[in-house]
């Protein structure tokens, strides 16, 4: 089976770094996601890491390890449209994502 | 390039209607999925469609709920005899393959049971 487990909720000030960690448990390892959901809207796709380490996007960075069954987004330069749920999500089997509940990150000035 | 596009946006009905909502998925994208989310919690998987292989319905929550693919394209999730609980966002995603690939979302219908 799959779980998945993250923060429920975060706040962070403007222009400063969040990093939101990931756990799971999963019996087959397809890679690991991470998606950004604002308020009444549809999820977006952020990161996808398969192999242990450190993407780095932009202001956005996801970092894996599979050892630990572990993983963070880390969200530099924050700004107030940051202000979202963060979503991750593993496969189950191949192609099922399996979501964790989110994590609602508040940006304040 | 035009996205996931889902209909009806809103739906408000009673409880015991049957309801259809319709998904239209990036063109050439093989793999559909739907999603159930409620106020505050994750997505909850409900069905997978890939290509033409049989659908992977394991995350039906009753026999309530069925969905169809009709020519390997748009989809109709139809839920008969509304409940309450159904009340929630149903989102659906398509991606190219499946396989490890990102899923991109349609906007999403608000289902509304009174």
């Known amino acids: 089976g799959q779980n998945i487990d993250q923060p429920t909720e975060m706040t962070a000030t403007e222009g400063a770094i969040v990093q939101i960690n990931c756990t799971y448990q999963t019996s087959g390892f397809n890679g690991l996601f991470w998606y950004q959901q604002h308020a009444g809207e549809a999820p977006t796709f952020l990161s996808y890491?398969?192999?242990?380490g450190l993407e780095e996007k932009g202001r956005f960075s996801s970092f894996l390890s599979r050892s630990k069954g572990y993983s963070y987004l880390l969200l530099k330069e924050l700004q107030m449209k940051d202000s979202a749920s963060y979503l991750c999500?593993?496969?189950?089997?191949?192609?099922?994502?399996?979501f964790g509940r989110g994590t609602s990150l508040i940006v304040h000035p | 390039g035009a996205g996931v596009s889902q209909s009806p946006s809103n739906k408000v009905t009673e409880k015991g209607k049957d309801v259809e909502l319709r998904c239209d998925p990036i063109?050439?994208?093989?793999?559909l999925y739907w999603y159930r989310q409620s106020l505050g919690q994750g997505l909850e998987f409900l069905i997978y469609?890939?290509?033409?292989?049989?659908?992977?319905k394991s995350g039906l929550p009753s026999d309530r709920f069925s969905a169809e693919r009709t020519g390997g394209s748009v989809s109709t999730l139809t839920i008969q005899r509304t409940q309450q609980e159904d009340s929630a966002v149903y989102l659906c995603?398509?991606?190219?393959?499946?396989?490890?690939?990102?899923?991109?979302f349609g906007p999403g219908t608000r289902l509304l049971v009174l």
């Open positions: 469609f890939q290509g033409n292989s049989a659908p992977d």
């Open positions: 999500a593993v496969p189950r089997g191949s192609y099922i994502p399996t």
């Open positions: 063109s050439g994208h093989t793999a």
């Open positions: 995603a398509s991606s190219l393959d499946g396989v490890g690939e990102t899923q991109y």
């Open positions: 890491n398969v192999l242990d």
